[in-house]
C-alpha cells in the first residue's frame, strides 16, 4: 500500500532558526500533498496544499513566508519553520493523495518545539 | 468553504457496546468521507471511507452511514473492544475540485473493560 515518510520525527530548535521537515511517498507519485497542523487534543488543521511543481496553496491564516512549501519533484514536499518562535511549537502532519484519487496516506508527523 | 462539524467530542462505552459518532458538513460538493482513527501521538489511521454515490458500507465491525441530503455522516463501531480507545476524526472532501480535505474536531473514545 502507499507508504508516507515524515522526517524528522522529533525536532528541538532554539527561536529565530529555521527547520525543515520533509515528506516523501514511498511507493507512489505523489502530485498533491497536504501540511496539516495539530495542537494537543485538537483536530488536524490544514495548512496549505502543496502540488507538484507549482506554488502552494495556503489557508487563510497561515503565513506563507513563515511557513515555506517546496514540492520539487513528485515523491517530495518540504514545510520549512522559518525564524521559528515558541508558538511554533506543535505536530506537523503530512499526508499524499493516493493515487487513486481517493484516500489520503499520512506521515508519522514531527512533533516541532521551539525553545 | 467546507465546515465539517463533529459530535460527540468525548464518548465513553463499555466493552462490548456500540458507539456512534455524527458528523455533518457544508459543502454540497463533498464526495467522499474518511474516516480516521489516531492514537496518542501517532498518524491518523485511516479505518473506513464512504463515496457520495453509497448511503452506507460496512467493514467487520465499522460501519459508516451517508445522508446526502441532509448533508450527515455517521461512524458505527459495533463490540466495541479496548484497543478501539482512540480518537477518531471525520473528514469531508471535494475530490473533484482540489481535493482538500476538511476535518472534524474528533471524537475522544474511551471504551472500558
Known amino acids: 500500500g502507499a507508504v508516507v515518510s515524515q522526517h524528522p520525527s522529533r525536532v528541538i530548535c532554539k527561536s529565530g532558526t529555521s527547520v525543515k521537515i520533509e515528506c516523501r511517498s514511498l511507493?507512489?507519485?505523489?502530485?498533491?500533498m497536504f501540511w496539516y497542523r495539530q495542537f494537543p487534543k485538537k483536530s488536524l488543521m490544514l495548512m496549505a496544499t502543496?502540488?507538484?511543481?507549482?506554488?502552494?496553496?495556503?489557508e487563510q491564516g497561515v503565513e506563507k513566508d513563515k511557513f515555506l512549501i517546496n514540492h520539487a519533484s513528485l515523491t517530495l514536499s518540504t514545510l520549512t519553520v522559518t525564524s521559528a518562535h515558541p508558538e511554533d511549537s506543535s505536530f506537523y502532519i503530512c499526508?499524499?493523495?493516493?493515487?487513486?484519487?481517493?484516500?489520503?496516506?499520512f506521515g508519522s508527523g514531527t512533533r516541532l518545539t521551539v525553545v | 468553504g467546507e465546515n465539517v462539524e463533529q459530535h460527540p467530542s468525548t464518548l465513553s462505552v463499555q466493552e462490548g457496546d456500540s458507539a456512534v459518532i455524527k458528523c455533518t458538513y457544508s459543502?454540497?460538493?463533498?464526495?467522499?468521507f474518511p474516516w480516521y482513527k489516531q492514537e496518542l501521538g501517532k498518524r491518523p489511521q485511516l479505518i473506513i471511507d464512504?463515496?457520495?454515490?453509497?448511503g452506507e458500507k460496512k467493514d467487520q465491525r465499522i460501519a459508516v452511514t451517508l445522508n446526502k441530503t441532509a448533508k450527515h455522516f455517521s461512524l458505527h463501531i459495533t463490540e466495541t473492544q479496548p484497543e478501539d480507545s482512540a480518537v477518531y476524526f471525520c473528514?469531508?472532501?471535494?475530490?473533484?475540485?482540489?481535493?482538500?480535505?476538511?476535518f472534524g474536531a474528533g471524537t475522544r473514545l474511551f471504551v472500558k473493560a
Open positions: 499526508s499524499a493523495l493516493n493515487g487513486n484519487g481517493y484516500g489520503y496516506t
Open positions: 511507493d507512489f507519485q505523489a502530485t498533491t
Open positions: 502543496s502540488n507538484e511543481g507549482s506554488k502552494a496553496t495556503y
Open positions: 459543502d454540497s460538493a463533498s464526495n467522499y
Open positions: 464512504i463515496r457520495s454515490n453509497v
Open positions: 473528514a469531508a472532501t471535494d475530490n473533484t475540485g482540489g481535493f482538500k480535505t476538511i
